[in-house]
Nanobody
Framework: QVQLVESGGGLVQPGGSLRLSCAASGSRFSSYAMAWYRQAPGKTRELVARISAGGGTNYADSVKDRFAISRDNAKNTVYLQMNRLNPEDTAVYYC?????????WGQGTQVTVSS
């Protein structure tokens, strides 16, 4: 069983930055991939960024060059640094643990980009 707790969401003006954090419980954090998804009102949940156990990353085209995913295995935490935010980034952001045979979701954190 893995529990995920996100933090760092909030209200930010267009062009601003936020950093989301996701703390995972349990052991073996370093052995599985982690990801961030988001879901905007009226839209389906979409992958934002993913980081493998080995540190390889991939991003949605809409956030490339603006967002960066990273992990600190010593702290069992994955981060999402979001820069140059725009209103289209407004969504609930979810942390996701990919243990292949079993997957887990966090409760989500709201990010609102508005002036």
């Amino acid at each position: 069983q893995v529990q995920l707790v996100e933090s760092g969401g909030g209200l930010v003006q267009p062009g601003g930055s936020l950093r989301l954090s996701c703390a995972a419980s349990g052991s073996r954090f370093s052995s599985y991939a982690m990801a961030w998804y988001r879901q905007a009102p009226g839209k389906t949940r979409e992958l934002v960024a993913r980081i493998s156990a080995g540190g390889g990353t991939n991003y949605a085209d809409s956030v490339k060059d603006r967002f960066a995913i990273s992990r600190d295995n010593a702290k069992n935490t994955v981060y999402l640094q979001m820069n140059r935010l725009n209103p289209e980034d407004t969504a609930v952001y979810y942390c996701y643990a990919d243990l292949v045979l079993r997957n887990y979701w966090g409760q989500g954190t709201q990010v609102t980009v508005s002036s």
